[in-house]
């Protein structure tokens, strides 16, 4: 499809929408005037020679690919026949087989992106669905690209496990800078001053893991291997279930990704219309 693919975005006013709609024309996978994008209350202010509309089914019809980025609770609402399109979901919990039944095409690519595609730093696990060709997947692999890096997984429920892991995964640093400020003000260190040093570690830290690719377990160790301050508070840490804790909040993000594909399984059927 090179730089004429026509592609979609359902929801392209929100986070991840606007995150793809941009990394997409900056990539060259597609020029703005090829995008068509939908919003449901106010126009987002950014791509103004891309077609922005109300209107989803216009929005399909105009589409090679859609890529369908809404909350998950506004998906049964979203009622379009994307027959023969190759669609991307970028929505948690929202199996292959749901997606499938309620936009009638059998071209799908479930995918987990995270936040951070904002940054073009986003990853991008997926799966495909069997009817969805070498092509499709091309497509799908270089949009995931186009805003971070990306794998394909075996399996849905790989994605299920993802959702939890990477989707969710830069709400968990987050977790853990916001305990150690709330620590150091609580310390009376001024707020302003702790908000800089804790968010300065935070990208410093995501730095070099980036320059050094090293396993977080050698990072870890190699950390240790100083047995001064920083040994002393990881052992803490551990000492206090810091990888148990870890541990229960990726099996609660797996249950509910699961839980959410089996209440998408019992929803009633839509009857597709504009
Ligand atoms: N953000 C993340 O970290 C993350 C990570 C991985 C996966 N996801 C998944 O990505 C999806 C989008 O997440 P997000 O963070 O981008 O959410 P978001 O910021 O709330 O964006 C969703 C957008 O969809 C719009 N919308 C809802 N119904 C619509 C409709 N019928 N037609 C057109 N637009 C419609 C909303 O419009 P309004 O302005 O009217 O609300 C909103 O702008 C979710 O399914 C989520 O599970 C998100």
Redesign the pocket.
């Known amino acids: 499809m090179g730089s004429q693919a026509r592609i979609g975005i359902?929801?392209?006013?929100?986070?991840?929408?606007k995150a793809f709609s941009q990394s997409i024309v900056e990539a060259g996978i597609a020029d703005a005037e090829a995008l068509t994008l939908?919003?449901?209350?106010?126009k987002p202010d950014v791509l103004p020679s891309a077609t922005w509309t109300?209107d989803?089914q216009l929005l399909v019809e105009r589409s090679d690919v859609v890529i369908v980025?809404?909350?998950?609770e506004?998906?049964p609402?979203?009622r379009v026949s994307a027959q023969g399109k190759l669609v991307i979901s970028?929505?948690?919990?929202?199996t292959l087989e749901h997606l499938a039944r309620h936009l009638q095409t059998d071209r799908i690519v479930r995918s987990?992106?995270?936040?951070a595609a904002e940054v073009r730093s986003s990853y991008t696990p997926w799966v495909a669905s069997e009817a969805a060709g070498e092509e499709d997947c091309r497509i799908a692999q270089a949009i995931f690209e186009s805003c971070g890096t990306s794998d394909r997984l075996a399996t849905e429920a790989d994605i299920d496990y993802f959702?939890g892991l990477t989707?969710?995964g830069?709400a968990f640093p987050a977790l853990l800078a916001a305990a150690m400020m709330n620590h150091a003000v609580a310390r009376g260190i001024n707020r302003d001053v702790a908000r800089r040093g804790v968010n300065a570690l935070l990208v410093g830290a995501g730095r070099l893991a980036e320059l050094r690719a090293d396993c977080p377990n050698d990072l870890v160790e190699t950390f240790m291997a100083y047995r001064g301050t920083t040994a002393a508070a990881m052992d803490a840490m551990r000492a206090a279930g810091i990888d148990d804790a870890v541990g229960r909040g990726l099996d609660a993000a797996f249950r509910k990704s699961i839980a959410m594909g089996h209440a998408d399984a019992e929803a009633p059927q839509p009857t597709a219309s504009a």
Not at 10 to 17: F, S, T
Not at 112 to 115: E, F, I, W
């Open positions: 359902i929801g392209a006013g929100g986070w991840l929408g939908s919003y449901r209350s106010a109300k989803n980025s809404v909350r998950p506004d998906f609402a979203v970028v929505m948690a919990g929202v987990l992106p995270n936040g959702t989707g969710s830069p």
